[in-house]
């Protein structure tokens, strides 16, 4: 069997190896873009609150809240479209809630669950270097 018939079997929805693989894929490509539209919206949450101070009296948090939803937005179409290198971005940024959220007293139920995505990120990377097609 060659490699790319070998890559092609792997690809079967019947793998439960590929079936993480899309999972992980669209859960990652969908949250960050549907998070990063309630940033506009504040219909799920008030951002704002997760903001750290010392970096909302650098920048208002409300104009913040914007700029990472933009951010976020794109984070998830990179995972759509190029999961390999997407995955990474999102695990990156999700370092860098998580160390905002350590920053304020009482998020750190927060930090935890976002830790536990960022494993999901990084997992979605690795399964990205066998079964995505980018």
């Known amino acids: 069997m060659s490699a790319t018939s070998q890559i092609a079997a792997t690809r079967d929805l019947h793998n439960p190896g590929y079936q993480a693989y899309q999972i992980l894929h669209t ?12 940033k506009f919206l504040n219909l799920t949450v008030d951002w704002t609150q997760y903001l750290a101070p010392i ?26 479209f190029k999961p390999r290198i997407g995955a990474y971005v999102v695990a990156a940024w999700l370092l860098g809630i998580i160390m905002n959220l350590l920053l304020i007293p009482g998020f750190l139920d927060v ?8 494993l999901g990120a990084l997992a979605l990377a690795r399964l990205s270097s ?5």
């Open 27 to 38: 859960g990652f490509s969908l949250a960050p873009i549907l998070f990063g539209l309630d």
């Open 111 to 118: 930090a935890l669950r976002d830790f536990g995505l960022l």
């Open 130 to 134: 066998v079964y995505a097609q980018d």
């Open 55 to 80: 970096v909302a009296n650098i920048v208002p948090a409300s104009t913040f809240m914007v700029i990472m939803g933009v951010v976020e937005i794109i984070a998830g179409l990179l995972v759509f």
